[in-house]
């Protein structure tokens, strides 16, 4: 008995040094959360989408290149900084931040890809954007797939960086929102989060400032409610995009991972996703997904000898 009564003890101890420690994350996370929102520094533009606030930026002038972030970019605009910077040369440039992303408002709105599509197209009529280029990263590839569809007359090209493919594989998980989202308010990921080095966003594409303000925004934007809503929607909006294809007659250009570590078949899954169309290429790259973190120089280099042999035809 003497021993069970010392073994309850001991749990009970460990038990509160736990809830002791959840509740000051927790505070922590409150408290931060609020300082940091004052850190945070403006950019871009903001218009109005279903009554809401939705941040762009417009870089340059040209002809239009609409830029689609990746599931989750915490700031899309300094994530594409690189890119968007290469282009604007000579091309006007629209980096769109979604609803839940960057410094856009969050939504209640289901995020279904249909809705996506719509909201970010309402974002380009404020602007009076007509007729663009769409270039994305990762799931933009699904998203950009139906908005090419559903407007035919103002897509005049689709580029790809890693985009995502209909039909790839381990897109029909469910993700654990609720205890991500726990996780989220109980200021557990903020801790994970400052342990996650760079990111990715590396010198001399990136600079300390860059780093500085993409945690800002990822102590802000991740696993929110919009954020979470999103991933829980992502296997259903795969599925929705099965056996689906780009228009037989959009010019397709897709740079990809030379080598996936985790699927063997990524690069040849998009040879044949270039080959449903009557125009298609397919550049291999090095790097890891974040293909625009490293070689933006050469994916603007590439976008314009392919544009420019294009506009000779």
């Known amino acids: 008995m003497k021993k069970s009564r010392k073994a309850l003890i001991v749990l009970g101890s460990i038990a509160a040094v736990i809830a002791v420690g959840l509740a000051t994350s927790t505070v922590v996370n409150v408290v931060a959360t609020n300082a940091e929102t004052d850190a945070i520094e403006p950019y871009g533009q903001r218009v109005e989408v279903d009554g809401k606030s939705m941040n762009v930026l417009v870089a340059g ?14 700031s899309p605009v300094i994530d594409f900084s690189p890119l968007i910077e290469d282009l604007a040369a000579d091309h006007r440039v629209i980096a769109v931040e979604p609803f839940g992303y960057g410094l856009s408002d969050g939504t209640d709105e289901p995020r279904t890809t249909a809705n996506v599509v719509s909201e970010v197209h309402e974002a380009l009529q404020e602007l009076g954007v007509t007729s663009y280029t769409l ?5 933009a590839g699904i998203y950009g797939r139906e908005f090419a ?20 594989p381990n897109m029909d998980m469910a993700f654990p929102t609720g205890l991500l989202g726990a996780l989220k308010n109980l200021g557990l990921v903020r801790l994970l989060s400052g342990v996650g080095g760079d990111g990715g966003y590396v010198a001399p594409f990136y600079d300390d400032h860059d780093r500085q303000q993409i ?99």
């Open 61 to 74: 002038e040209g002809e239009s290149i609409v830029l689609l972030p990746g599931f989750g970019t915490s």
């Open 135 to 139: 270039m994305g990263h990762s799931i």
């Open 149 to 168: 569809e559903r407007y035919p007359d103002e897509v005049r090209a689709f580029v790809g960086i890693d985009s995502s493919v209909p039909g790839q």
């Open 215 to 313: 945690g800002l925004l990822t102590n802000r934007n991740s696993l929110e409610p919009t954020y979470l809503d999103e991933m829980a929607r992502i296997r259903t909006n795969f599925a929705d995009a099965e056996g689906k294809t780009f228009p037989v007659d959009l010019p397709l250009l897709l740079f990809v991972q030379k080598v996936n570590p985790t699927n063997d078949d990524w690069l040849p899954m998009h040879e044949r996703q270039a080959a449903t169309v009557t125009d298609g290429t397919v550049i291999a790259l090095d790097g890891d997904h974040y293909l625009h973190h490293t070689q933006s120089p050469t994916i603007a280099r590439e976008f314009r000898q392919w544009e420019g042999e294009r506009r000779q035809d």
